[in-house]
């Protein structure tokens, strides 16, 4: 099955998000040696990426709260080299930041060639909650779509391949898991009240998601909608197309100049 064509938001399509099914599973068994057995090919190929220096990859990951983004990094990141593999978490901008405009602070923490870049949250979010708490009027939010296509354009001209991954959860499901915040006191730390305030806004989110997801889909840096009530299927799928995107570079070791041959270490 091909997984990246299921969960692609098709470029230039009209795109609707209700019709994604945040249970849906593709019929994959998502067993934790399945997993594992992803996760030891994505070892091996981020060894390759760092040691052959051509490419970088960024990961982009956005979801509702309780989406599953801190997760699905721990995962998919474990036994990961981190020398080769940074994760930068956008939080509300800082003074220094809001003083400059919304692409300065994301373009700093693009990852070197040879390496990956996880953003937990990006520079999405200056469409999504800027729009949805009316930050900043809709004659500026709106030209952000084209400035984050060109940005990302942009990236992939200097060789930093883009994917881009909505965790994509039900109302309920968030509900179980915030639930699940509250109940186990090892996960208490979690829990904010700002969520139960950003749950009220779920519609809204709904509607700037699908906006930000059809018109920032596109052939150089695609958007994947990954079904992600199940915390299995969903890990395993971003391995899986992670995985995928890696072996579509061409990764090699570089070629020595000298004759290894006729090296001798006294």
């Known amino acids: 099955m091909d997984l990246a064509k299921h969960c692609i938001v098709k470029p230039g399509s009209k795109f609707r998000l209700k019709d994604r099914d945040p249970d849906e599973t593709f019929g994959k068994k998502h067993d934790d040696k ?23 990859l960024l990961i982009i990951l956005q979801a509702l709260d ?44 693009v990852p070197a060639l ?25 004659e500026l939010w709106h030209k952000r779509y084209k ?16 994917l881009k991954f909505f965790l994509h959860i039900s109302k309920d499901e968030q509900k179980r898991r915030l639930e699940a915040r509250i109940q186990d006191p090892t996960r208490n730390w979690k829990f904010s009240m700002a969520d139960i305030e950003e749950r009220r806004h779920w519609d809204d989110y709904m509607r700037a998601y699908q906006d930000a997801l059809e018109k920032c889909s596109t052939d150089r840096a695609p958007w994947y909608v990954i079904p992600s009530n199940n915390k299995r ?19 090699k070791y570089p070629r020595q100049s000298i004759d290894m041959s006729k090296v001798v270490i006294d």
């Not at 400035?147 to 883009?162: A, S």
Request: with cysteine; aromatic share 8%.
């Open 34 to 56: 399945t997993l594992e057995k992803t996760l030891e090919r994505l070892r091996r190929l981020q060894h390759l990426l760092y040691a052959d220096r051509r490419y970088a």
């Open 233 to 251: 299927a969903r890990n395993y799928l971003v391995a899986e197309l992670v995985v995928r995107t890696l072996d579509q570079m061409g990764l």
């Open 114 to 138: 040879g390496n990956i870049g996880i953003f937990n949250r990006s520079h999405y979010e200056d469409v999504l909650v800027v729009r949805v708490h009316k930050l900043a009027p809709k």
């Open 66 to 109: 309780a989406g599953g983004k801190d997760g699905t990094i721990g995962h998919v990141t474990s036994g990961v080299n981190p020398q080769g593999c940074q994760v930068t978490a956008f939080k509300s901008p800082t003074p220094e930041e809001l003083a400059h405009d919304f692409l300065w602070r994301v373009h700093k923490a």
């Open 147 to 162: 400035h984050i296509n060109d940005f990302e354009r942009m990236l992939t001209d200097h060789k930093v391949t883009i």
